[in-house]
């Protein structure tokens, strides 16, 4: 029997400095719904960009940037994420109904966060991401960028479900991008697989990234379309339970005729 389709977790930044779609959205809740109909499953809501040295956001700003967007979505019954590293961003935004954590430093940024996410009920993302967004890109060092990341998810997995968050609600996201190069990024696609070993659901998050351009030649943000579909499809094909994508309709047609097409 063919794998179940990997789910949609459609991107909605809320900031000015997004690498990709910063300050695009003038209506951010009618963007939202927007991912919804294109077939997002699930649409996550950043307050600040997490780029290579993004300036940091302070804590009004993200929530005053989140918050009423999270609040609204989920009014309208569509379920949501928070993508924050941010204790009291994530507490005010499961109050205000997400269902679902996104946390780029797997709960290390802010000493609170584990003990938020043990309150909730929340499913929680745990990614890899070598110190922080400032400097994550100078620890872009590993001798085998795979196991090392695996073993990095497996330690803060285990830190999770000690702090009280059940395995159940774990999902774990090797973080393309974050503090690796190109070599890293695709040693790691190559190896998705072997990530199961973890034993929670995986999350690719590669839309538009840079490795699209290293890969294939310069492409502005814009047109890395045909690359992020080559990566969901990559995750598909590796079983992950998650695609963090821009592109949502387009990611929903590819991943329907891919699904059909190898059945
Ligand atoms: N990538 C970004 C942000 N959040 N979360 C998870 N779990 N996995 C990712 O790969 C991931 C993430 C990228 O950073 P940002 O600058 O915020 O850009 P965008 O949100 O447009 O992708």
Redo the contacts with the bound molecule.
């Keep these: 029997m063919a794998a179940a389709l990997p789910r949609i977790m459609g991107?909605l930044?809320v900031?000015p400095d997004?690498?990709?779609?910063?300050g695009r959205h003038a209506d951010p809740v009618a963007a939202g719904m927007a991912l919804r109909e294109a077939g997002a499953d699930l649409i996550?809501v950043?307050g600040?960009?997490?780029?290579p040295g993004?300036t940091p956001v302070p804590l009004d700003e993200e929530l005053r940037r989140t918050i009423p967007v999270v609040a609204a979505l989920s009014r309208a019954g569509v379920a949501v994420s928070i993508?924050t590293m941010k204790a009291e961003v994530m507490r005010q935004a499961l109050a205000a109904g997400a269902m679902m954590l996104?946390d780029?430093s797997a709960l290390q940024a802010d000493p609170e966060s584990l003990a938020v996410a043990a309150q909730s009920t929340a499913h929680v993302?745990l990614?890899h991401m070598p110190g922080n967004p400032q400097t994550m890109q100078a620890l872009a060092d590993y001798r085998d960028p795979a196991a090392e990341v695996i073993a990095h998810l497996a330690a803060r997995i285990a830190v999770a479900e000690s702090a009280g968050i059940a395995r159940e609600r774990l999902i774990a996201?090797p973080?393309?991008?974050?503090g690796k190069g190109l070599e890293h990024n695709l040693a790691i696609l190559r190896q998705l697989e072997a990530f199961h070993s973890l034993g929670v659901p995986l999350?690719?998050?590669?839309?538009?990234?840079s490795l699209i351009p290293a890969i294939a030649g310069p492409a502005p943000v814009a047109d890395r379309l045909p690359g992020s579909l080559a990566l969901a499809l990559r995750g598909a094909e590796a079983g992950v339970a998650w695609l963090?994508v821009?592109d949502v309709g387009a990611t929903a047609q590819a991943l329907k005729v891919w699904a059909a097409a190898r059945a």
Excluded: C, P, Y
């Design positions: 991107i930044n900031t997004s690498f990709s779609d910063g996550d950043g600040e960009s997490t780029r993004a993508d996104n780029v993302v990614m996201d973080g393309i991008g974050f999350l690719l998050g590669a839309s538009r990234k963090r821009h």
